[in-house]
């Protein structure tokens, strides 16, 4: 039996909106949202035996994960300082916060010194919210393009508003996506996943429905 009744709960729900949704049972990939937790509640997830997590910040998940990194797949999902490129790109395996040219530039770079280059997301504001990262709907396309010319983008991120239902701005991602020959949709959280699933979501980001602490 799962050391994790909360993960259990998860992927069932995960499990009944994709048969909702009509579509393929375990095409939603959870990744659970491992930032600011303390040990003792990531560990029942973790023995239960689920290995993808995501994290904010570069250097909180190095101390968290550094001995543990070979196990998991690890996904940037926090706003990404230019200057950590280098880390980052060393890291994860997932980076899904790409936004700017400056930091595409610093990505790129690392990629070249580094020889390994992590699967990159294109996050994109879909609110236009000045106080959110991510490219605006109306410049993604453009921005798109430019990425591609350095990286093979794996697909799109958003974070809808807080403040209004999240079901149109996880379909404006899906219609950017699919213009831009894009089936990689990471959109969905705690409190929205299921309408997540039903737009389409390839994978949804969980904390404070899987961990005893709500951050």
């Known amino acids: 039996?799962?050391?994790s009744p909360k993960l259990n709960a998860v992927l069932t729900r995960i499990a009944h909106a994709e048969k909702a949704a009509g579509r393929a049972a375990g095409s939603t990939t959870l990744v659970a949202v491992?930032?600011?937790?303390v040990w003792e509640?990531?560990?029942p997830v973790w023995e239960a035996g689920h290995r993808v997590y995501g994290e904010n910040r570069v250097q909180e998940a190095m101390t968290r994960w550094r001995d543990r990194r070979a196990d998991i797949e690890l996904r940037l999902i926090g706003p990404l300082q230019s200057n950590k490129a280098r880390e980052a790109v060393g890291f994860f395996d997932v980076i899904e916060t790409l936004d700017r040219e400056k930091l595409?530039?610093?990505?790129a770079d690392e990629v070249q010194k580094q020889g390994k280059a992590p699967r990159l997301y294109v996050q994109v504001n879909t609110g236009e919210e000045p106080q959110k990262a991510?490219?605006?709907?109306k410049d993604a396309d453009a921005f798109i393009a430019l990425a591609r010319k350095a990286f093979t983008i794996e697909g799109l991120m958003c974070i809808p508003p807080a403040d209004g239902p999240p079901g149109p701005h996880f379909a404006l991602l899906g219609r950017i996506a699919a213009r831009n020959g894009l089936e990689r949709l990471s959109?969905?959280?705690s409190g929205d996943f299921e309408?997540?699933?039903r737009f389409g979501a390839t994978s949804?980001?969980?904390g404070s429905a899987l961990f005893s602490h709500r951050l």
């Open 204 to 206: 949804v980001r969980v």
């Open 41 to 43: 509640d990531i560990a």
């Open 195 to 197: 309408t997540a699933v």
């Open 34 to 37: 491992s930032k600011l937790q």
């Open 1 to 3: 039996m799962s050391a």
């Open 104 to 107: 595409l530039h610093a990505l």
């Open 134 to 137: 991510g490219v605006w709907p």
């Open 187 to 189: 959109m969905g959280m």
